[in-house]
């Protein structure tokens, strides 16, 4: 399924949302920005009774203004439907979530309500002002001790997005908990009881690496994949190289990287720009 929600953050989902219902906070989830699914299939997987999934993503709509619309015409309209997310959703989950089809900014209307979720995942526009909207939104739909998860918080073409969630954490009152590196997850509540949900998994032992940061005063940790020892490629293989014309190198080389990028990701999971 394509997309952009790799193996690192599946896990970091899956971990606090088992955490969550193992301390039995219950609650609502909702996506902002779905792509072709991967995120909402696995949000889907951690649905209990009585809980329900909302995803909100423009998918083949007008964005209704001209900066929004020029972002999507340059990254996604040429793949993104609801009728693919919608197939790649029912694949692995018996019933659709509620989907709202329409800007994320429809969502401060109030048809989400007030403490109503425990997991928000905002991961649509790039623009600030967006984002910051997406932000509130989160904010009010989270119960007292609910998590958003900010994808491309930091990402070198994404800077609205970076000055969006940190004027949150300055200004708003959001507390950073977890940075890997493509997304910021954090919470308007206590976050010392998700820290501790995190550091009870033995997270080095699985290939990743575990650090501690301290910002504003406040501690926030860092998850990411460690790095593998490099491999020697065996002498014919390295002869073969040598010997193709650079061009074709280059591409044998993007092909193996490429391959193992994905056997290192759940092929299930979604993220997205009005989904990834």
């Given amino acids: ?31 902002l920005g779905s792509y072709l ?11 209990r009774p009585g809980e329900r999934l909302t ?4 998918f083949d709509s007008d964005a ?7 972002e999507m015409t340059m990254s996604y309209r040429s793949s993104l439907t609801r009728r693919g997310f919608e197939a790649n959703y029912l694949a692995f989950h018996p019933e659709l979530p509620t989907i709202v089809q329409a800007p994320t900014s429809v969502l401060a209307d109030g048809r989400i309500p007030a403490g109503s979720c425990r997991f928000v995942h905002v991961d649509a526009s790039h623009l600030y002002e967006h984002v910051a909207g997406d932000i509130e939104v989160a904010r009010q ?13 930091r990402s070198e073409h994404t800077p609205g997005v970076s000055a969006a969630v940190w004027q949150a954490v300055f200004t708003g009152g959001l507390r950073p908990v977890l940075l890997t590196p493509m997304k910021f997850y954090g919470t308007w ?9 995190l550091l009870t998994r033995d997270w080095r032992a699985e290939g990743f690496t575990v650090d501690e940061d301290t910002i504003a005063d406040r501690r926030v940790l860092r998850l990411n994949v460690a790095a593998r020892p490099a491999v020697s490629h065996s002498g014919p293989r ?8 650079p061009a074709a190198t280059r591409a044998v080389r993007r092909g193996l990287r490429a391959l193992r990028e994905r ?14």
Avoid: K
């Fill in 1 to 31: 399924m394509p997309g952009w929600f790799f193996r690192l953050d599946q896990e970091a989902f899956h971990h606090l949302l088992t955490a969550q219902s193992t301390a039995g906070l219950t609650g609502d989830i909702l996506e």
């Fill in 37 to 47: 699914g991967r995120s909402a299939v696995l949000l889907g997987d951690h649905l």
């Fill in 55 to 58: 995803v909100c993503d423009l």
């Fill in 64 to 70: 209704g203004d001209a900066d929004n619309d020029a």
């Fill in 141 to 153: 739909a989270l119960a007292a001790n609910g998590l958003v998860a900010l994808d491309d918080y």
């Fill in 189 to 197: 509540g206590d976050p010392e009881p998700v820290r501790e949900a």
């Fill in 238 to 245: 390295r002869l073969l190289l040598d010997l193709l014309p």
């Fill in 263 to 276: 056997q290192g990701s759940r092929p299930g999971g979604t993220g997205g720009r009005r989904g990834r």
